[in-house]
Protein backbone atom coordinates (compact mmCIF):
# COMPACT_ATOMS: atom_id res chain seq x y z
CA UNK A 1 0.00 0.00 0.00
CA UNK A 2 1.13 3.54 -0.61
CA UNK A 3 2.99 5.54 2.08
CA UNK A 4 0.51 7.94 1.49
CA UNK A 5 -2.73 6.20 2.91
CA UNK A 6 -2.77 5.82 6.85
CA UNK A 7 -2.97 2.37 8.26
CA UNK A 8 -4.89 3.17 11.20
CA UNK A 9 -7.59 5.26 9.23
CA UNK A 10 -7.64 2.40 7.27
CA UNK A 11 -8.20 -0.23 10.01
CA UNK A 12 -10.83 2.14 11.60
CA UNK A 13 -12.60 1.99 8.25
CA UNK A 14 -13.09 -1.68 8.06
CA UNK A 15 -13.72 -2.46 11.82
CA UNK A 16 -16.73 0.12 11.10
CA UNK A 17 -17.95 -1.62 8.31
CA UNK A 18 -18.55 -4.88 10.15
CA UNK A 19 -19.94 -3.16 13.07
CA UNK A 20 -22.14 -1.40 10.45
CA UNK A 21 -23.31 -5.29 9.34
CA UNK A 22 -23.57 -6.37 12.51
CA UNK A 23 -26.59 -3.97 12.93
CA UNK A 24 -28.00 -6.32 10.38
CA UNK A 25 -28.25 -9.05 12.31
CA UNK A 26 -29.47 -6.98 15.08
CA UNK A 27 -32.09 -5.48 13.34
CA UNK A 28 -33.31 -8.87 12.76
CA UNK A 29 -33.66 -9.75 16.27
CA UNK A 30 -34.93 -6.58 17.61
CA UNK A 31 -38.17 -6.83 14.69
CA UNK A 32 -38.07 -10.73 15.41
CA UNK A 33 -38.94 -9.99 19.28
CA UNK A 34 -41.42 -7.50 18.43
CA UNK A 35 -43.43 -9.93 16.21
CA UNK A 36 -45.36 -13.07 17.26
CA UNK A 37 -44.13 -16.04 17.62
CA UNK A 38 -45.25 -17.63 14.42
CA UNK A 39 -43.33 -14.85 12.12
CA UNK A 40 -40.48 -14.54 13.96
CA UNK A 41 -38.05 -16.53 11.39
CA UNK A 42 -39.90 -14.81 8.43
CA UNK A 43 -38.99 -11.83 9.77
CA UNK A 44 -35.00 -12.95 10.51
CA UNK A 45 -34.85 -13.99 7.30
CA UNK A 46 -36.17 -10.95 5.51
CA UNK A 47 -33.50 -9.08 6.82
CA UNK A 48 -30.23 -11.88 5.97
CA UNK A 49 -31.57 -11.73 2.21
CA UNK A 50 -31.51 -8.09 2.05
CA UNK A 51 -27.33 -9.21 2.99
CA UNK A 52 -27.14 -11.08 0.21
CA UNK A 53 -29.28 -9.09 -2.51
CA UNK A 54 -27.91 -5.65 -2.08
CA UNK A 55 -24.23 -7.13 -1.72
CA UNK A 56 -24.68 -8.76 -5.10
CA UNK A 57 -26.04 -5.38 -6.96
CA UNK A 58 -23.48 -2.95 -5.02
CA UNK A 59 -20.65 -4.67 -6.38
CA UNK A 60 -22.39 -4.75 -10.08
CA UNK A 61 -23.48 -1.51 -10.16
CA UNK A 62 -24.77 0.41 -6.82
CA UNK A 63 -21.36 1.94 -6.24
CA UNK A 64 -20.96 3.24 -9.23
CA UNK A 65 -24.56 4.79 -9.22
CA UNK A 66 -24.04 5.89 -5.66
CA UNK A 67 -21.00 7.64 -5.58
CA UNK A 68 -19.75 7.48 -9.77
CA UNK A 69 -16.03 7.81 -10.24
CA UNK A 70 -16.08 10.12 -6.96
CA UNK A 71 -12.33 11.68 -7.43
CA UNK A 72 -10.82 10.10 -10.59
CA UNK A 73 -11.31 13.33 -12.42
CA UNK A 74 -12.71 11.89 -15.39
CA UNK A 75 -15.81 13.88 -15.13
CA UNK A 76 -18.28 11.22 -15.30
CA UNK A 77 -21.60 11.54 -12.94
CA UNK A 78 -23.48 14.36 -12.20
CA UNK A 79 -25.41 15.99 -9.31
CA UNK A 80 -28.22 12.99 -9.86
CA UNK A 81 -27.04 10.00 -11.19
CA UNK A 82 -23.38 8.82 -10.94
CA UNK A 83 -22.87 6.99 -13.70
CA UNK A 84 -21.88 3.32 -14.04
CA UNK A 85 -18.34 3.46 -15.22
CA UNK A 86 -17.37 1.67 -12.37
CA UNK A 87 -19.40 -1.38 -12.81
CA UNK A 88 -18.89 -4.42 -11.07
CA UNK A 89 -16.08 -1.65 -9.23
CA UNK A 90 -14.20 -1.85 -12.56
CA UNK A 91 -10.80 0.40 -12.38
CA UNK A 92 -10.92 0.40 -8.68
CA UNK A 93 -8.36 -2.64 -8.20
CA UNK A 94 -5.52 -2.12 -6.28
CA UNK A 95 -3.74 0.86 -7.66
CA UNK A 96 -4.84 3.57 -5.07
CA UNK A 97 -3.87 7.07 -4.96
CA UNK A 98 -4.37 10.02 -2.88
CA UNK A 99 -6.61 13.29 -3.74
CA UNK A 100 -7.99 14.14 -6.98
CA UNK A 101 -6.05 11.47 -8.67
CA UNK A 102 -8.48 8.76 -7.21
CA UNK A 103 -8.20 6.43 -4.85
CA UNK A 104 -9.61 8.20 -1.67
CA UNK A 105 -12.90 9.52 -1.53
CA UNK A 106 -13.83 12.94 -0.49
CA UNK A 107 -9.67 13.98 -1.84
CA UNK A 108 -6.93 12.87 1.05
CA UNK A 109 -8.38 11.03 3.73
CA UNK A 110 -5.82 8.26 3.97
CA UNK A 111 -8.12 5.98 3.23
CA UNK A 112 -8.49 3.53 -0.09
CA UNK A 113 -11.42 3.52 -2.18
CA UNK A 114 -12.35 0.33 -2.05
CA UNK A 115 -12.23 0.33 1.95
CA UNK A 116 -15.20 3.14 1.24
CA UNK A 117 -16.79 0.67 -0.94
CA UNK A 118 -16.95 -1.89 2.00
CA UNK A 119 -18.13 0.76 4.68
CA UNK A 120 -21.08 2.04 2.40
CA UNK A 121 -21.70 -1.41 1.45
CA UNK A 122 -23.61 -1.95 4.54
CA UNK A 123 -25.44 1.54 4.74
CA UNK A 124 -26.95 0.14 1.68
CA UNK A 125 -27.84 -3.49 3.13
CA UNK A 126 -29.01 -1.61 6.17
CA UNK A 127 -31.66 0.68 4.56
CA UNK A 128 -34.20 -1.89 2.62
CA UNK A 129 -33.74 -4.12 5.83
CA UNK A 130 -35.46 -0.96 7.62
CA UNK A 131 -38.57 -1.42 5.59
CA UNK A 132 -39.53 -5.02 6.69
CA UNK A 133 -41.08 -4.04 10.03
CA UNK A 134 -43.63 -1.60 8.58
CA UNK A 135 -44.61 -5.10 6.59
CA UNK A 136 -43.92 -7.70 9.16
CA UNK A 137 -46.82 -10.91 9.82
CA UNK A 138 -47.40 -10.66 5.46
CA UNK A 139 -45.04 -10.34 2.86
CA UNK A 140 -43.89 -13.18 0.44
CA UNK A 141 -40.33 -14.08 0.90
CA UNK A 142 -39.92 -14.48 -3.50
CA UNK A 143 -41.72 -10.87 -3.58
CA UNK A 144 -39.95 -9.22 -0.67
CA UNK A 145 -36.64 -10.34 -2.11
CA UNK A 146 -37.13 -8.63 -5.81
CA UNK A 147 -38.80 -5.72 -3.91
CA UNK A 148 -35.65 -5.11 -2.07
CA UNK A 149 -33.66 -5.66 -5.65
CA UNK A 150 -36.20 -3.09 -7.30
CA UNK A 151 -35.87 -0.44 -4.39
CA UNK A 152 -32.40 0.10 -4.03
CA UNK A 153 -31.74 0.20 -7.57
CA UNK A 154 -34.93 2.53 -8.10
CA UNK A 155 -34.66 4.23 -4.58
CA UNK A 156 -31.38 4.00 -2.11
CA UNK A 157 -29.06 3.93 -5.03
CA UNK A 158 -29.81 7.23 -6.53
CA UNK A 159 -30.63 8.73 -3.27
CA UNK A 160 -27.18 7.85 -1.72
CA UNK A 161 -25.52 9.71 -4.37
CA UNK A 162 -27.62 13.00 -3.67
CA UNK A 163 -26.62 12.83 0.03
CA UNK A 164 -23.04 11.19 0.37
CA UNK A 165 -21.26 11.92 -3.11
CA UNK A 166 -19.00 15.05 -2.68
CA UNK A 167 -21.32 16.15 -6.45
CA UNK A 168 -24.53 15.29 -4.97
CA UNK A 169 -27.36 17.71 -5.37
CA UNK A 170 -28.41 17.87 -2.06
CA UNK A 171 -25.05 17.73 -0.67
CA UNK A 172 -23.46 19.83 -3.33
CA UNK A 173 -26.21 22.46 -4.21
CA UNK A 174 -28.57 22.52 -0.73
CA UNK A 175 -25.70 22.60 1.22
CA UNK A 176 -27.38 19.97 3.62
CA UNK A 177 -25.78 18.38 6.25
CA UNK A 178 -26.38 14.75 7.52
CA UNK A 179 -23.10 13.38 7.86
CA UNK A 180 -24.21 9.40 8.37
CA UNK A 181 -27.68 8.95 6.80
CA UNK A 182 -30.76 10.83 8.28
CA UNK A 183 -31.95 11.43 5.22
CA UNK A 184 -30.62 8.91 2.87
CA UNK A 185 -31.56 6.25 5.00
CA UNK A 186 -34.09 7.00 7.94
CA UNK A 187 -36.24 9.27 5.90
CA UNK A 188 -35.67 6.99 3.03
CA UNK A 189 -36.89 3.63 5.12
CA UNK A 190 -39.21 5.31 6.69
CA UNK A 191 -41.25 6.60 3.83
CA UNK A 192 -40.95 3.26 1.95
CA UNK A 193 -41.94 1.38 5.08
CA UNK A 194 -45.54 3.92 5.09
CA UNK A 195 -45.69 3.10 1.76
CA UNK A 196 -45.60 -0.26 1.71
CA UNK A 197 -47.89 -1.04 4.89
CA UNK A 198 -50.56 1.08 2.72
CA UNK A 199 -50.24 -0.85 -0.68
CA UNK A 200 -50.33 -4.13 1.80
CA UNK A 201 -52.69 -3.30 3.82
CA UNK A 202 -54.00 -3.99 7.59
CA UNK A 203 -52.97 -8.00 9.04
CA UNK A 204 -55.65 -9.82 9.99
CA UNK A 205 -57.18 -8.78 12.95
CA UNK A 206 -55.04 -5.24 13.12
CA UNK A 207 -56.98 -2.96 16.01
CA UNK A 208 -58.82 -5.97 17.33
CA UNK A 209 -56.11 -8.76 17.93
CA UNK A 210 -53.32 -8.39 20.43
CA UNK A 211 -50.38 -8.73 18.49
CA UNK A 212 -47.73 -8.11 21.34
CA UNK A 213 -43.98 -9.13 20.97
CA UNK A 214 -43.64 -12.86 21.57
CA UNK A 215 -40.10 -12.31 23.06
CA UNK A 216 -38.98 -8.95 24.74
CA UNK A 217 -35.37 -10.11 25.52
CA UNK A 218 -34.87 -10.49 21.99
CA UNK A 219 -35.89 -6.95 21.10
CA UNK A 220 -33.27 -5.51 24.16
CA UNK A 221 -30.77 -7.97 22.77
CA UNK A 222 -31.04 -6.78 19.02
CA UNK A 223 -30.96 -3.01 20.19
CA UNK A 224 -28.04 -3.65 22.39
CA UNK A 225 -26.24 -4.88 19.13
CA UNK A 226 -27.85 -2.02 17.21
CA UNK A 227 -26.44 0.91 19.53
CA UNK A 228 -22.99 -1.11 19.25
CA UNK A 229 -22.85 -1.16 15.79
CA UNK A 230 -24.12 2.69 15.35
CA UNK A 231 -20.70 3.62 16.53
CA UNK A 232 -19.50 2.34 13.63
CA UNK A 233 -22.62 3.77 11.49
CA UNK A 234 -21.75 7.26 12.44
CA UNK A 235 -18.14 7.55 13.84
CA UNK A 236 -16.78 5.59 10.86
CA UNK A 237 -18.34 8.02 8.79
CA UNK A 238 -15.68 10.57 9.74
CA UNK A 239 -13.42 7.79 7.69
CA UNK A 240 -10.62 8.29 9.95
CA UNK A 241 -9.49 7.43 13.48
CA UNK A 242 -9.48 11.02 14.65
CA UNK A 243 -11.10 14.11 16.12
CA UNK A 244 -14.13 14.31 14.00
CA UNK A 245 -15.02 10.40 14.43
CA UNK A 246 -14.16 10.77 18.32
CA UNK A 247 -16.64 13.85 19.11
CA UNK A 248 -19.34 11.67 16.68
CA UNK A 249 -18.95 8.90 19.12
CA UNK A 250 -19.53 10.92 22.14
CA UNK A 251 -22.74 12.28 20.75
CA UNK A 252 -24.06 9.41 19.74
CA UNK A 253 -23.97 8.04 23.32
CA UNK A 254 -25.48 10.94 24.50
CA UNK A 255 -28.10 11.49 22.26
CA UNK A 256 -29.12 7.72 22.69
CA UNK A 257 -29.74 7.86 26.19
CA UNK A 258 -31.36 11.27 26.56
CA UNK A 259 -33.47 9.95 24.03
CA UNK A 260 -34.28 6.97 26.17
CA UNK A 261 -35.16 9.08 28.93
CA UNK A 262 -37.22 11.19 26.58
CA UNK A 263 -39.46 7.87 25.18
CA UNK A 264 -39.98 6.52 29.12
CA UNK A 265 -41.43 9.89 30.29
CA UNK A 266 -43.65 10.36 27.76
CA UNK A 267 -44.62 6.36 27.98
CA UNK A 268 -45.29 7.59 31.66
CA UNK A 269 -47.32 10.11 30.79
CA UNK A 270 -49.53 8.19 28.21
CA UNK A 271 -49.78 4.86 30.47
CA UNK A 272 -48.80 5.17 33.77
CA UNK A 273 -45.44 3.02 33.42
CA UNK A 274 -42.03 2.32 32.11
CA UNK A 275 -41.59 -0.52 29.94
CA UNK A 276 -38.51 -2.32 28.09
CA UNK A 277 -40.08 -1.66 24.86
CA UNK A 278 -40.03 1.49 25.46
CA UNK A 279 -36.31 1.83 26.77
CA UNK A 280 -35.76 0.24 23.61
CA UNK A 281 -37.48 1.80 21.06
CA UNK A 282 -36.19 5.49 22.67
CA UNK A 283 -32.81 4.23 22.41
CA UNK A 284 -33.42 3.50 18.42
CA UNK A 285 -34.96 6.75 18.20
CA UNK A 286 -32.15 8.52 19.83
CA UNK A 287 -30.10 6.67 17.82
CA UNK A 288 -32.05 7.54 14.17
CA UNK A 289 -32.03 11.22 15.34
CA UNK A 290 -28.42 11.98 15.90
CA UNK A 291 -26.86 10.29 12.65
CA UNK A 292 -27.58 13.37 10.44
CA UNK A 293 -26.55 15.55 13.21
CA UNK A 294 -23.90 13.67 15.05
CA UNK A 295 -20.87 15.91 12.99
CA UNK A 296 -22.78 18.84 13.30
CA UNK A 297 -23.96 19.52 17.64
CA UNK A 298 -22.31 19.93 19.94
CA UNK A 299 -22.17 17.23 22.71
CA UNK A 300 -24.94 19.75 24.59
CA UNK A 301 -26.75 20.09 21.28
CA UNK A 302 -27.06 16.02 21.24
CA UNK A 303 -28.79 16.07 24.39
CA UNK A 304 -31.46 17.71 22.57
CA UNK A 305 -31.48 16.09 19.63
CA UNK A 306 -32.68 12.88 21.17
CA UNK A 307 -34.48 14.29 24.05
CA UNK A 308 -36.83 15.93 21.43
CA UNK A 309 -37.44 13.00 18.91
CA UNK A 310 -37.77 10.41 22.01
CA UNK A 311 -40.11 11.85 23.53
CA UNK A 312 -42.00 13.15 20.23
CA UNK A 313 -41.58 9.21 18.36
CA UNK A 314 -43.17 7.59 21.36
CA UNK A 315 -46.49 9.68 20.47
CA UNK A 316 -45.68 9.26 16.98
CA UNK A 317 -46.40 5.22 17.27
CA UNK A 318 -49.68 5.81 17.68
CA UNK A 319 -50.95 7.69 14.28
CA UNK A 320 -51.31 4.31 12.52
CA UNK A 321 -54.35 3.90 14.86
CA UNK A 322 -55.65 7.40 14.19
CA UNK A 323 -54.66 7.40 10.54
CA UNK A 324 -55.43 3.90 9.85
CA UNK A 325 -52.19 2.60 8.42
CA UNK A 326 -50.65 -0.70 9.56
CA UNK A 327 -47.21 -0.18 10.37
CA UNK A 328 -46.03 -3.79 11.92
CA UNK A 329 -43.58 -2.62 13.91
CA UNK A 330 -43.52 1.42 14.21
CA UNK A 331 -40.89 1.86 11.56
CA UNK A 332 -43.00 5.15 10.51
CA UNK A 333 -43.34 6.32 14.69
CA UNK A 334 -39.49 6.13 14.92
CA UNK A 335 -37.34 6.14 11.82
CA UNK A 336 -39.45 8.35 9.48
CA UNK A 337 -40.24 10.94 12.33
CA UNK A 338 -36.73 10.47 14.35
CA UNK A 339 -35.35 11.02 10.63
CA UNK A 340 -37.13 14.22 10.26
CA UNK A 341 -36.81 15.66 13.18
CA UNK A 342 -32.34 14.67 13.65
CA UNK A 343 -31.95 16.27 9.95
CA UNK A 344 -33.95 19.15 10.98
CA UNK A 345 -32.90 20.32 14.19
CA UNK A 346 -29.12 20.44 12.84
CA UNK A 347 -30.53 24.04 11.75
CA UNK A 348 -31.32 25.12 15.65
CA UNK A 349 -28.22 23.06 17.26
CA UNK A 350 -25.39 23.25 14.71
CA UNK A 351 -22.57 25.14 16.01
CA UNK A 352 -19.96 26.93 13.67
CA UNK A 353 -16.75 24.86 15.09
CA UNK A 354 -18.75 21.49 14.17
CA UNK A 355 -20.01 23.61 10.74
CA UNK A 356 -16.26 24.14 9.89
CA UNK A 357 -15.66 20.33 9.49
CA UNK A 358 -18.45 20.23 6.67
CA UNK A 359 -17.49 21.17 2.84
CA UNK A 360 -20.00 22.34 1.15
CA UNK A 361 -21.06 25.73 2.10
CA UNK A 362 -23.19 24.82 5.50
CA UNK A 363 -23.86 27.95 8.02
CA UNK A 364 -24.68 27.34 11.89
CA UNK A 365 -28.15 26.85 13.22
CA UNK A 366 -30.14 29.40 14.29
CA UNK A 367 -29.64 28.91 18.09
CA UNK A 368 -25.93 29.91 17.20
CA UNK A 369 -25.82 32.64 15.10
CA UNK A 370 -26.87 31.03 11.57
CA UNK A 371 -30.20 32.30 11.03
CA UNK A 372 -32.75 30.03 9.76
CA UNK A 373 -31.20 29.39 6.19
CA UNK A 374 -29.39 26.19 7.26
CA UNK A 375 -32.68 25.24 9.15
CA UNK A 376 -34.94 25.75 5.70
CA UNK A 377 -32.50 23.88 4.16
CA UNK A 378 -32.44 21.01 5.83
CA UNK A 379 -36.38 20.77 5.93
CA UNK A 380 -36.05 21.04 2.11
CA UNK A 381 -33.81 17.91 1.78
CA UNK A 382 -35.89 16.34 4.14
CA UNK A 383 -38.46 17.03 2.18
CA UNK A 384 -37.21 16.18 -1.07
CA UNK A 385 -36.01 12.27 0.16
CA UNK A 386 -38.91 11.58 1.63
CA UNK A 387 -41.27 12.77 -1.17
CA UNK A 388 -39.53 10.88 -3.68
CA UNK A 389 -38.95 7.78 -1.39
CA UNK A 390 -42.95 7.56 -0.83
CA UNK A 391 -44.17 7.93 -4.46
CA UNK A 392 -41.29 5.53 -6.17
CA UNK A 393 -41.78 2.20 -3.13
CA UNK A 394 -45.21 3.05 -3.56
CA UNK A 395 -45.53 2.41 -7.29
CA UNK A 396 -43.31 -0.17 -7.48
CA UNK A 397 -44.59 -1.88 -4.48
CA UNK A 398 -48.61 -1.80 -6.01
CA UNK A 399 -46.68 -3.05 -9.82
CA UNK A 400 -45.35 -5.98 -7.68
CA UNK A 401 -48.24 -6.97 -5.68
CA UNK A 402 -50.32 -6.73 -8.93
CA UNK A 403 -48.01 -8.60 -10.75
CA UNK A 404 -46.87 -11.25 -8.65
CA UNK A 405 -48.04 -11.09 -5.53
CA UNK A 406 -46.11 -9.17 -2.54
CA UNK A 407 -49.10 -10.22 0.51
CA UNK A 408 -49.54 -13.79 1.27
CA UNK A 409 -53.60 -15.23 1.97
CA UNK A 410 -55.31 -14.83 4.90
CA UNK A 411 -55.42 -18.32 5.55
CA UNK A 412 -51.82 -18.22 5.27
CA UNK A 413 -51.51 -15.32 7.35
CA UNK A 414 -53.25 -17.12 10.32
CA UNK A 415 -52.01 -20.05 10.54
CA UNK A 416 -48.25 -18.33 10.53
CA UNK A 417 -45.88 -17.18 7.40
CA UNK A 418 -43.00 -19.37 9.38
CA UNK A 419 -45.10 -21.82 8.53
CA UNK A 420 -46.28 -20.92 5.03
CA UNK A 421 -42.92 -19.44 3.36
CA UNK A 422 -40.49 -21.23 5.19
CA UNK A 423 -41.72 -24.66 6.15
CA UNK A 424 -40.31 -24.19 9.67
CA UNK A 425 -40.99 -22.74 13.26
CA UNK A 426 -38.72 -20.81 15.70
CA UNK A 427 -40.45 -23.14 18.24
CA UNK A 428 -41.63 -26.48 18.46
CA UNK A 429 -44.67 -26.09 20.45
CA UNK A 430 -46.14 -29.77 20.00
CA UNK A 431 -42.69 -31.06 21.81
CA UNK A 432 -42.86 -28.64 24.61
CA UNK A 433 -46.18 -29.11 24.94
CA UNK A 434 -45.75 -33.33 25.24
CA UNK A 435 -42.92 -32.40 27.38
CA UNK A 436 -44.39 -30.37 29.77
CA UNK A 437 -47.89 -32.36 30.25
CA UNK A 438 -45.54 -35.31 30.75
CA UNK A 439 -43.70 -33.73 33.39
CA UNK A 440 -46.74 -32.20 35.08
CA UNK A 441 -48.59 -35.79 35.14
CA UNK A 442 -45.02 -37.77 36.72
CA UNK A 443 -45.97 -35.27 39.67
CA UNK A 444 -48.67 -36.78 40.29
CA UNK A 445 -46.91 -39.98 40.90
CA UNK A 446 -44.74 -38.28 42.86
CA UNK A 447 -42.36 -38.79 39.61
CA UNK A 448 -40.78 -35.14 38.42
CA UNK A 449 -40.23 -32.11 39.83
CA UNK A 450 -42.67 -32.14 42.67
CA UNK A 451 -45.04 -30.09 41.28
CA UNK A 452 -48.54 -29.90 43.20
CA UNK A 453 -51.15 -31.87 41.82
CA UNK A 454 -53.64 -29.27 41.45
CA UNK A 455 -51.10 -27.38 40.05
CA UNK A 456 -50.29 -29.82 37.36
CA UNK A 457 -54.36 -30.30 36.48
CA UNK A 458 -54.90 -26.75 36.17
CA UNK A 459 -51.62 -26.57 34.08
CA UNK A 460 -52.72 -29.49 31.60
CA UNK A 461 -56.37 -28.17 31.47
CA UNK A 462 -55.01 -24.93 30.77
CA UNK A 463 -54.35 -23.77 26.97
CA UNK A 464 -51.01 -22.45 26.21
CA UNK A 465 -50.68 -18.36 25.21
CA UNK A 466 -49.81 -20.15 21.54
CA UNK A 467 -52.89 -22.37 21.47
CA UNK A 468 -55.15 -18.86 23.12
CA UNK A 469 -53.12 -16.86 20.24
CA UNK A 470 -54.47 -19.01 17.37
CA UNK A 471 -57.22 -19.53 18.43
CA UNK A 472 -58.18 -15.72 18.36
CA UNK A 473 -56.23 -15.74 14.88
CA UNK A 474 -58.71 -18.35 13.40
CA UNK A 475 -61.82 -16.58 15.22
CA UNK A 476 -60.72 -13.36 13.72
CA UNK A 477 -60.12 -15.51 10.16
CA UNK A 478 -63.74 -17.04 10.61
CA UNK A 479 -65.22 -13.66 11.06
CA UNK A 480 -63.60 -12.25 7.97
CA UNK A 481 -65.21 -15.27 5.87
CA UNK A 482 -68.78 -14.60 7.38
Known amino acids: MPSAFSNGDTAWVLASSALVLLMTPGLAFFYGGMVRAKSVLNMLMM ?13 LYGWSVAF ?23 DIGQGFGTGASGGSLYGATGVPTIAVVCFQLMFAIITPALISGAIADRTKFV ?106 FINTQVATCTAMVGWLIAEKIQHGTFTSLGAASGAVA ?44 DVVGVHLVGGVLGTVLIGFFATKEMVSGYSNGAEAGLFYGGGATQ ?35 ADAEVEGIDSTEHSETA ?36 PSSQDQAETSDKDAQEGIKA
Open 47 to 59: NFIAIAVVTILWV
Open 68 to 90: GNVGSGDGTGNAVWGGLKQWALH
Open 143 to 248: GWAIYVAGWVTLVYFPVAHWVFSPNGFIFFKLHVMDFAGGTAVHINAGAAGLAMAMVLGKRVGFGRDPMRPHNVPFVMLGVGLLWFGWFGFNAGSALGANGQASMV
Open 286 to 329: GLVAITPACASVSPLGAMFVGLIPGFVCCYAVNLKHRFGYDDSL
Open 375 to 409: LLRQAAGAGIVLAYSFVISYVLGWVLNKTIGMRIT
Open 427 to 462: YDWGRLGASLRGALAGADTGVGDGVPATVAAKAVAA
